[in-house]
C-alpha cells in the first residue's frame, strides 16, 4: 500500500482524484484543498509559490510517498518550488495535459504539424505561459486564453437550464470567439483548469453553435494514468485492502463537502480541518 | 494630523477612501488591501476573523489611531473580534450603510414603516445576517440576497458595452428577479458590497428595465461621514500638512495598482507589498 497526496487551491482536483481512485485501488490517498486561501488563480507567482509548497509540504509529513499537484495554477507556477522544496517523486498536471494534446492532435485529420491547441486557463496560469512552453516543446502550435469568470460561475453551479446556464453559455461564447481570433485554425481544446471538465458539456454546446469542432481534452484522465505509471499497482495489495481517502481543508468543511461531491461525482466522507497559517 | 487605517480584502474598500479623503484633508491614511488572502465574501467566519484581526492588527502597529473595516464582509463577521483586539475606535461600514437606509426610507413616498430595504452582498455577508439585524433594529424590514458573481465580474471589468456590460446585466437581472419574488415591495436598494458601486450605473439600468424603481444607496459615503465625526478635523492642520496616503497589499502589486485606481478614482502612488503570513 502506498500514500499519494492530492492537493489543490480547492475542490477541482477532486477530478484527478476520481480517475485516479479505479486505477490505484487498495491505496491510501490523502486530499487537501486550500480552501482558505484560493482562489490561486488571480494571485501573483511568489504568492501561489509560498501557498503551494506550505501545502505539499503538509501532505509529505501526513505520509504522502507521491504526490499529485491536481491543480493547474500551482502547476504552471510552482512545481519548481515544490520539486526544490521536498525529496519525493511531485507529478503536475501539465505536462500530462500537454502529452493528451498531441495524442489528440495527431489523431486529428489535420495531424499534429497543422493543428492548434487552445488552452482555457486562470490568468495567472495563463501568464506563467507554462502550457504553451510544454505544447511547444512537443512541437504543437499553442494559444492561451485567460477566463477568470469560468471558476466562480462553476462554483455558483450555473451548469443546468434550472441554473441560469444561458448566462455561462454567453460567457463562453464571448471566451471563445475571442480566443479564435487569435487562434482562428485551433482543433483541439484544452481545458487548463480543474474546475472546467464541469463545463464540458457547455463547451460543447457553444462549439456547436459558433460551428467550431474541437476535441476537448482535460488533463484529469491524463494525470492519473501518469501517476499510475509511477507508482505501480501492488498486485498483493488489490484483494486485500479497501482503498482509504482522508480529505484536509483550511476552511468550511461543510462548504467543502457540498462542493466537493459535485466534483469527485460522489460523497465526502468526514473532512478535516487543517491551519496552516495566514 | 491623525493616521486612520482603512481596511479591506482587496479594492472595494477604496470607494470608502475616496469618499473620506476630502472630508479629512491633512490627516495620514494608511490602506491595507489583503489581496493574497481574498476573497473573504465565500470563506467561513472563522477564517474571515483571523484574517481581518491581523489585517487591522498590521495597520495599529503602523500607527492607526482609528481603524475604517472598509469591506462588509470583514465587518459582517468579524467586528467584535477586531474591537476585542485592539484598544482604538473601530467603524464598520454595516451600520453606517444602514442608517443610510433609514434616511432614504424616511424621505421615500412609502415611509419609513412601509419601506422594505433588499441588500445585495457576498454570501458571506448575507449569511451572518448582519444587515438585516441592524435594520431590522433600526424598524426597517429587510431581505437579503447573496451575489457570488458580482465581484468577479467587476475585477473582469465587464462594466461598459465595450467590455461585455450585456453579461453582466443578465447577472444583475437575474439576481434582482430572484430578491423580488422574496421582496416584492422593495424601494430601497442597500449595496452590501464596497465593490458595488461600480456596479451603479448598470444597476439603474436593470431596475429601469424590470419597472421596478428603487433608491440606490451604497455605505462608502455614510461611513466616512461616520469616520469625519470620530475624528474632527484639526483646523490649524488643514493649511500646513498634505494629506499623505500610504498603501499597503499583500499581493502583487502591479495588479494592485491597476485595478485600484478604478475604485479610488485617481492613480495610486507607491504600494508596499507585506506579509501577513499564509
Given amino acids: 500500500m502506498k500514500t499519494i497526496g492530492v492537493f489543490d487551491s480547492g475542490f477541482g482536483g477532486l477530478t484527478v482524484l476520481r480517475e485516479l481512485l479505479p486505477l490505484l485501488p487498495g491505496d491510501r490517498f490523502l486530499y487537501l484543498g486550500d480552501t482558505a486561501r484560493l482562489p490561486y488563480g488571480s494571485k501573483s507567482r511568489a504568492t501561489i509559490a509560498r501557498y503551494a509548497v506550505s501545502s505539499a509540504k503538509f501532505l509529505a509529513d501526513q505520509g504522502a510517498e507521491l504526490l499529485v499537484i491536481a491543480c493547474n495554477t500551482a502547476t504552471a507556477l510552482a512545481l519548481d518550488d515544490i520539486r526544490e522544496a521536498l525529496p519525493i517523486p511531485i507529478v503536475g498536471v501539465v505536462e500530462p495535459g500537454a502529452e493528451s494534446a498531441l495524442a489528440a492532435a495527431i489523431a486529428s485529420k489535420q495531424g499534429a504539424a497543422a493543428s492548434q491547441i487552445l488552452v482555457l486557463a486562470t490568468a495567472a496560469t495563463t501568464q506563467s505561459g507554462a502550457y504553451r512552453r510544454t505544447l511547444e516543446g512537443l512541437g504543437l502550435r499553442a494559444t492561451e486564453k485567460s477566463c477568470p469568470l469560468l471558476v466562480p460561475l462553476v462554483e455558483e453551479g450555473w451548469l443546468d437550464a434550472a441554473t441560469h446556464d444561458s448566462v455561462t453559455l454567453e460567457v463562453l461564447r464571448i471566451y471563445l470567439l475571442e480566443a479564435m481570433e487569435e487562434a482562428p485554425a485551433a482543433n483541439v481544446l484544452l481545458l487548463g483548469c480543474t474546475h472546467y471538465p464541469l463545463l464540458r ?78
Same sequence: chains 1, 2.
Fill in 201 to 278: 458539456p457547455l463547451i460543447e454546446t457553444t462549439l456547436e453553435d459558433l460551428r467550431h469542432p474541437m476535441r476537448i481534452i482535460d488533463s484529469a484522465a491524463a494525470t492519473a494514468r501518469a501517476v499510475a505509471a509511477l507508482a505501480p499497482q501492488d498486485v498483493t495489495s488489490t484483494a486485500s485492502s479497501p482503498t482509504r481517502c482522508e480529505f484536509y481543508a483550511t476552511d468550511s468543511i461543510e462548504k467543502f463537502q457540498r462542493l466537493g461531491s459535485t466534483f469527485l461525482g460522489r460523497e465526502l466522507p468526514e473532512v478535516r480541518l487543517i491551519d496552516l497559517g495566514g
